[in-house]
Structure formats: structure tokens, C-alpha cells
């Protein structure tokens, strides 16, 4: 049974810094591509990073791009998602997921496992 497992969110300030982590289970998680996608109130889940099974490829969206950085540690079975210079709007619901694509994917459609979320708050 796979299972991916966030933590780390919580409300931070504006500018401030969070790292979120994702443990996984059940799966081949090197032989896996992991991303994180965000949905705040209202909107469709998005895109956010992700990372091919070598840990030597990512892919960001625009918006967080400079701010955000994904990253893997096979030995563990996690991927991380560093976040600096948060701002309001990076507030939403932060899912891990996992896909077995040979390269960075970003459509949702493309995962086939996801986690149960967390929250992340920026505050102004």
C-alpha cells in the first residue's frame, strides 16, 4: 500500500521560511518522479515543483520559481520542498504525489499517488 506523508506546514509571516517534507511508502521511490502541487480556497490544485527519480532534473512553476526549491533523499524516502520568501498568496493546502514517469511531469493527471495535504499560512 503507498503512502505519502507531508509535514512540516504551519503559518508563517511574509518573507518568512518553511520546509515542507514528504516520507513515502510502498513504492519504488527512486524509481519515482515527485512533485508538489498547491490548492488554495477556491482554486484548482496547481502545479508547484517537481523532481525526476535521479534527483538531477526539477521543474518549478513561475510563480515560485527563485523562492522554492525541490529536493530528494532516495536513502530516505522523502522529498522536501524548501520555501523562502513566502508571501500571502502562497497560502493553500501543499500535496505531495507521485508519478511513474520517466521525466518531470506537471499535469496532475500524470500522479498516481498523493498525500493528504498541508496547510500552509502566510500572513501579512
Known amino acids: 500500500q503507498v503512502q505519502l506523508v507531508e509535514s512540516g506546514g504551519g503559518l508563517v509571516q511574509a518573507g518568512g521560511s518553511l520546509r515542507l517534507s514528504c516520507a513515502a511508502s510502498g513504492l519504488t521511490f527512486s524509481r519515482n518522479v515527485m512533485g508538489w502541487f498547491r490548492q488554495a480556497p477556491g482554486k484548482e490544485r496547481a502545479f508547484v515543483a517537481g523532481?525526476?527519480?535521479?534527483?538531477?532534473?526539477?521543474y518549478y512553476a513561475d510563480s515560485v520559481k527563485g523562492r522554492f526549491t525541490i529536493s530528494k533523499d532516495n536513502a530516505k524516502n522523502t522529498v522536501y520542498l524548501q520555501m523562502n520568501s513566502l508571501k500571502p498568496e502562497d497560502t493553500a493546502v501543499y500535496y505531495c504525489?507521485?508519478?511513474?514517469?520517466?521525466?518531470?511531469?506537471?499535469?496532475?493527471?500524470?500522479?498516481?499517488?498523493w498525500g493528504q495535504g498541508t496547510q500552509v499560512t502566510v500572513s501579512s
Open positions: 523532481i525526476n527519480w535521479s534527483g538531477d532534473s526539477t
Open positions: 504525489a507521485a508519478s511513474s514517469s520517466s521525466a518531470v511531469v506537471t499535469r496532475a493527471t500524470w500522479f498516481s499517488y
